[in-house]
């Protein structure tokens, strides 16, 4: 069995280019053996496509770990879910666990928003910011959260809990005033009577479900989800607009499913091909496939973000034969080269059902929550350019002059 990576293209009616995602155990379409979990901690590997792994080349850097450790979740967390906004990181609960908090990245300190509702359990959901097209630089946001084994679908509309308020008087008030207008609390998507609307048919398995936000106003929610569907839901008219089955074998849950967004090209074509966007945007999915290193291959349940044309795994469970195991290393797919690294031992210690977030001049990478034996408190991060073939280099030939030292 194999992990399968795939890469859904675009043709001149479907503006779908933008969207990866990693489906777990196994695919029909790539078949490939995978190495057992128990080696991964050999050595650092680079794997090229099929086509070049006869020039596969394997390195053997032991690194100093490239991670710092930040302040500890005020909760142990796992498969929780987080939200940028400017330098706050909105973490949106996670498994059995309601509380929401706002870590600042520059003061390195967390602060409690709200809870989920009571009757709602949260157990592999999905939370995204819905994007405001008439002013990106406001203090106000949208979050959607979704999904998840027992479905809901709430919105919160957020404003920061770090002012400056110095009088005690103005803060009461302002939180006040937040309450009266359902800021900073979880309250139900309605539909255009003002009834509450779950996303998700009862078909639907949405456990371990990923989404992303796109189209020509951002209104478009492209979902993933057991056992291996793609389905795109219209934010505005609250309908499903396409469904389809990916072309794989096995079910796809708590897998890796990024935007690549920065494509100006495919957004004007959208934007000219306006009038019949609806009509031709979402008639076809076309689905290629992509080499998937054996590393990662056996694993899900990682870390993941995509940042300057790669993606990051961090961490991940597999199993092997009757055997589990949680890995600590670090994968990285570079999409344009269509290749693959890893970074064995790269983590502090295994880690499995954490999520990765970039900052917000996208310096840092922070990994936040997950579990080996037990759910953990553990925020970390480490820089983007770390991750660079050249700076690890460098990380390693400066370890190793003050080893010799």
Not at 1 to 20: A, P
Not at 32 to 50: D, E, G, L, V
Not at 124 to 152: M, P, Q, R, W
Request: with cysteine; net charge positive.
């Amino acid at each position: 069995m194999c992990n399968f990576f795939c890469f859904v293209n675009q043709t001149k009616n479907i503006n779908v280019k933008n969207l990866f995602f990693v489906f777990p155990k196994g695919s029909y379409l790539l078949k490939k053996n995978f190495s057992s979990i128990n080696n991964m901690n050999n050595q650092n590997t680079i794997q090229n496509s099929p086509e070049r792994e006869t020039k596969q080349l394997k390195q053997d850097q032991h690194l100093i770990t490239p991670f710092q450790t930040l302040k500890a979740l005020p909760t142990p967390l796992s498969h929780s879910q987080c939200v940028l906004h400017k330098h706050e990181i909105i973490i949106c609960g996670g498994f059995y666990q309601g509380a929401c908090y706002s870590y600042h990245t520059l003061k390195n300190e967390y602060k409690f928003i709200c809870e989920y509702p009571g009757n709602v359990r949260l157990w592999g959901h999905c939370a995204v910011k819905l994007a405001d097209s008439n002013n990106k630089d406001s203090n106000e946001i949208t979050l959607l959260s979704f999904g998840g084994y027992y479905k809901h679908t709430l919105v919160m509309k957020y404003v920061s809990v770090w002012d400056n308020h110095n009088n005690g008087n103005e803060m009461n008030k302002s939180k006040k005033l937040n309450k009266s207008n359902n800021y900073n609390q979880w309250v139900p998507f309605t539909d255009i009577n003002n009834d509450p609307f779950i996303i998700g048919r009862s078909k639907d398995s949405f456990q371990g479900v990923r989404a992303v936000i796109g189209g020509s106003n951002n209104h478009l929610l492209f979902i993933t989800y057991l056992k291996s569907n793609i389905s795109v839901f219209d934010l505005n008219t609250l309908q499903f607009i396409k469904d389809d089955i990916l072309p794989i074998n096995k079910k796809i849950c708590y897998h890796c499913f990024v935007s690549k967004s920065e494509n100006r090209q495919g957004h004007e074509m959208m934007k000219s091909n306006k009038r019949n966007y609806q009509m031709l945007l979402y008639n076809t999915f076309q689905f290629s496939q992509l080499f998937v290193c054996n590393d990662i291959a056996p694993l899900n349940f990682y870390a993941y973000i995509y940042v300057n044309d790669v993606i990051l795994f961090f961490g991940g469970y597999g199993w092997s034969g009757n055997a589990s195991a949680v890995s600590k290393s670090v994968h990285k797919y570079l999409i344009e080269e269509n290749k693959w690294m890893t970074f064995q031992n790269a983590l502090f210690s295994p880690l499995y059902n954490c999520i990765a977030i970039l900052d917000e001049d996208d310096t840092y990478i922070h990994i936040i929550g997950g579990q080996d034996k037990i759910t953990a408190s553990t925020h970390m991060k480490t820089k983007v350019r770390i991750w660079d073939v050249s700076q690890l280099v460098i990380i390693y030939c400066c370890f190793f002059l003050i080893k010799c030292k």
